[in-house]
């Protein structure tokens, strides 16, 4: 069976004297709670697991009932220590409060409980865990499945990759295009804009997000101004509300928009932004064309690659690694620019017939960067790209 990168390291960690909490975050669908099952197959203590998925966000009685339930099966087997897990923990209301108090209860009584959380929402579970956990708690960032992970459990080829993305749960209905797009269109993005964001998020115009989200999904890779955006979406509202469900759409790990890159930080911000899925499928879903018919069109084929080059990107700065922008001054542009402390490099994305980038030259004398690269048929293959590590860059 396969397994991500991060059980050894879990495994590992609930193997150590000292208590624990655990918070496994990441979008919905990538194997949260797959991971947690092979991790407590492996442990070798008393484990606890139950999820918070059918259980009312006003119910907070609920945690504090599965900790006494946990501490039960510490005390009834005369075991000296404990594992609870708690998935979905982010739709209990002020989860984080409880967890404090009786982590905190644990701590005066000496009971030893180590403690796993999963979450779906990064919003919300950020806003906890800086609110009421500081201190108290390890984070271990899931995301996206990378191109090596797809080869490696479902045998996808590269190109399988780019156009079907890094959703395990789809990977056996590639063969059929239309199941594979109801699919994504139905069973995942509707589930993670009503449960993890509709559900736990005041959102004021449902309408205007999901109509944000599909417009942002069909110009990934384009940069696009809210102002023009709200031009071409049926429904009354503002840049502020468009910019505050964008950064909705980001927690759930469904869409990015990137900020133009900048010397000076305070000009980044306000900065019309360059839309950017998050998993390639996001973008495939919505398209009116095939997986064969993108394949033998260079030109099409090139838009994707570069999507699947910016969701590999994107992965690195979920998970800390860089700093992901873009960078435009008239018309000259460079795709992408990725910063690590004070380093800058300068990233172009050239798959098609087209091999140039004219931006770059314009970017190296205003931005000096520490390193310019291109990714394409006379640079950095984008196989090799997407396999490699991006800290790995620098």
């Keep these: 069976m396969f397994s991500r990168k991060e059980l050894p390291v879990l495994i590992s960690r609930i193997n150590e004297p000292r208590r624990f909490i ?137 190109d399988q ?21 109801d699919y994504i269109l139905n069973s995942l993005i509707e ?5 993890d964001i509709l559900m736990l998020t005041r959102v004021d115009k449902p309408a205007l997000l999901r109509r944000l989200f599909e417009l942002g999904c069909g110009y990934s890779g384009q940069i696009l101004s809210y102002t023009k955006l709200l031009g071409q979406l049926q429904d009354a509202g503002n840049t502020v509300t468009l910019t505050h469900y964008a950064q909705l759409l980001d927690s759930a790990g469904l869409l990015t928009s990137l900020d133009k890159f900048a010397v000076d930080k305070a000009r980044q911000r306000g900065s019309i932004p360059k839309w950017q899925v998050q998993n390639s499928a996001l973008f495939s879903a919505f398209s009116p ?18 999507t699947a080059v910016g969701v590999h990107l994107c992965r690195s700065a979920r998970l800390g690694d860089v700093e992901l922008f873009y960078w435009r001054d008239g018309n000259d542009e460079v795709d992408f620019v990725i910063q690590r402390g004070r380093q800058v490099i300068g990233l172009e994305v050239k798959s098609g017939r087209t091999q140039s980038a004219p931006g770059m030259g314009a970017f190296q004398r205003k931005a000096s960067p520490d390193k310019v690269m291109l990714v394409g048929n006379s640079g950095i293959p984008w196989v090799d790209f997407l396999r490699a590590e991006v800290r790995n860059l620098f």
Excluded at 98 to 126: E, H, P, T, Y
Excluded at 191 to 195: G, H, L, M, P
Excluded at 289 to 306: A, H, K, L
């Design 289 to 306: 064309i095939s997986f064969e018919q993108t394949r033998t069109n260079p030109v099409e084929w090139g838009r994707w690659v570069e």
């Design 191 to 195: 589930t993670t804009v009503s449960k």
């Design 161 to 181: 990759y780019v156009w079907f993305g890094g959703y395990p749960g789809a990977a056996s209905l590639i063969g059929d295009e239309t199941r594979w797009r």
């Design 22 to 158: 655990q918070v496994i975050m990441g979008p919905r669908q990538i194997g949260k709670t797959t991971l947690v099952g092979q991790l407590v197959n492996q442990a070798t203590m008393l484990t606890h697991y139950v999820s918070a998925d059918g259980v009312g966000a006003a119910n907070d009685a609920w945690v504090d009932q599965q900790w006494e339930t946990a501490r039960f099966q510490i005390r009834n087997a005369g075991a000296t220590e404990g594992l609870l897990v708690i998935d979905e923990i982010q739709k209990i209301d002020n989860w984080a409060e409880i967890v404090k108090a009786q982590w905190d209860k644990d701590s005066f009584a000496n009971i030893s409980l180590k403690v796993i959380l999963l979450g779906s929402s990064r919003l919300l579970l950020q806003k906890g865990l800086t609110e009421s956990l500081a201190g108290r708690f390890e984070v271990t960032q899931l995301t996206h499945w990378t191109l090596p992970e797809m080869e490696a459990a479902f045998g996808f080829t590269p």
